[in-house]
């Protein structure tokens, strides 16, 4: 292991981590892309050397996240550490995109619960409950800083009242946004890495032309599935069918935005058109559903008629 290596990781993942707390408005940005230090160390030394690294630069980033007395920060730096060794183990399997983002979500999540699950043994708590409590507590401190801020005592009551019904909206649909934002965290790591490994001379897996990915078309049973299952008389299957539902319909998003990447390319559209047409779908919410629905419907519409070519290429 070199010391070049354990500086760079650490300085790298240090600016993220860090710059998520401190930073006002790009702080959430620096943070999806704490693992990329540890994906690209682990990619470039190898899983070993790599390994060594990680460790040496999670020693440091807690002894500094105990100095400043943030230890949540220590949770979250394993967390990504783990996630972004992860994706560099299945670069190194030649998976496809759509693999790749799915294993990575599902075992950084099951490192996660297995975490969860251990600290809440050591309280007599599940993991769920901690949960619970974590979100509880985050939205009763937005209702305390509304009343600090010199809200009215009614409209404090009616502020409670409200941050009630999304709190136990959130608790309904936790799941299936936990999943959606792990993710998201790994997707933004396997664009990123892209330039950067080409750029230092690390190789990179051929997921070939990403505007022509789409999900699998099976999944659509599982949309049909969900959607009839809300209209059963069973909360524990309504819940469940809501997540699953909402899991979907995020994964027909970036199938979505695969086609308008797919036709931003073809009719050669320039960077800072695409930059305002980003801009509006993060902004306004109605064009993330017709994204959705795009993906969804084009199983069978084939807007950009990838499996007509195929056919003809079998023919």
């Not at 230890?71 to 560099?88: D, M, N, R, Y």
């Not at 043994?121 to 769920?128: E, L």
């Not at 709190?167 to 649909?173: A, E, I, M, P, S």
Request: proline share 3%; with cysteine.
């Amino acid at each position: 292991m070199k010391v070049a290596d354990a500086a760079g990781c650490f300085g790298a993942s240090s600016v993220f981590l860090f710059g998520s707390a401190l930073v006002p408005f790009l702080g959430p940005a620096l943070g999806i892309l704490t693992p990329l230090p540890f994906l690209f160390y682990g990619s470039k030394l190898g899983i070993q050397e790599g390994l060594k690294v990680s460790a040496v630069t999670i020693g440091l980033l807690a002894f500094i996240s105990y100095l400043v007395g943030s230890l949540q920060l220590i949770f979250l730096a394993v967390e990504f550490c783990c996630l972004g060794l992860i994706i560099s183990l299945l670069y190194r399997k030649g998976f496809t995109i759509g693999y790749t983002v799915s294993w990575s979500t599902v075992l950084v999540l099951v490192l996660g619960l297995a975490a969860l699950a251990f600290i809440g043994w050591s309280r007599g708590v599940s993991p769920f409950e901690l949960i619970q409590t974590h979100i509880r507590e985050s939205l009763d401190e937005a209702a305390l800083l509304y009343r600090q801020w010199g809200g009215e005592e009614s409209g404090a009551l009616e502020f409670q009242g409200h941050l009630q019904t999304v709190t136990n909206v959130f608790l309904k649909v936790y799941l299936s946004l936990l999943i959606i934002g792990t993710a998201f965290v790994v997707w933004c790591n396997v664009l990123v890495s892209r330039p950067l490994f080409r750029l230092a001379g690390v190789h990179y897996p051929n997921f070939g032309p990403l505007d022509r990915w789409y999900s699998p078309e099976h999944l659509v049973w599982g949309v049909i599935g969900s959607g009839f299952a809300l209209f059963l008389p069973v909360g524990f299957i309504q819940s469940l069918a809501i997540n699953i539902l909402i899991v979907l319909m995020a994964v027909y998003l970036y199938h979505g935005l695969s086609i308008l990447v797919f036709f931003l390319n073809k009719l050669q559209i320039p960077v800072w058109v695409r930059a305002g047409v980003y801009f509006l779908i993060i902004f306004q919410q109605v064009l993330l559903i017709i994204l959705a629905l795009a993906g969804l419907f084009d199983q069978w519409i084939d807007f950009r008629r990838i499996h007509a070519k195929k056919g003809e290429s079998n023919n």
